[in-house]
Nanobody, 114 residues
Framework: VQLQASGGGSVQAGGSLRLSCAVS????????GGWYRQAPGKQRELVAV???????DYADSVKGRFTISKDNVKNTIYLQMNSLKPEDTAVYYC?????????WGQGTLVTVSS
């Protein structure tokens, strides 16, 4: 199983980025998974995830600005990030739960300057 995240970069506040996470080794279908992030000196935190049953959860800090989506044919998930703020600066990780364990991608850095 591999998760390959991409799409990070440097943007100014108010800008947008779209992250992608290509999953190989299993078909994620309706498995639980999504995006987390870790800012310097802070713990990793949930950003947006798909839950079993179809519900999506977002961190309060990103609601209305970020949208998680998936393409089951491409076996890829996305995170559209709009109205970015300096506090969104972090390494973003994709993850999926499969066969009773969590799998993580390598992370992609997002830097938002004011």
């Amino acid at each position: 199983v591999q998760l390959q995240a991409s799409g990070g970069g440097s943007v100014q506040a108010g800008g947008s980025l779209r992250l992608s996470c290509a999953v190989s080794g299993f078909l994620f279908g309706n498995n639980e998974g999504g995006w987390y992030r870790q800012a310097p000196g802070k713990q990793r935190e949930l950003v947006a995830v798909f839950r079993v049953g179809g519900r999506t959860d977002y961190a309060d800090s990103v609601k209305g600005r970020f949208t998680i989506s998936k393409d089951n044919v491409k076996n890829t998930i996305y995170l559209q990030m709009n109205s970015l703020k300096p506090e969104d600066t972090a390494v973003y990780y994709c993850t999926f739960y499969y066969l009773r364990r969590d799998y993580w991608g390598q992370g992609t850095l997002v830097t938002v300057s004011s």
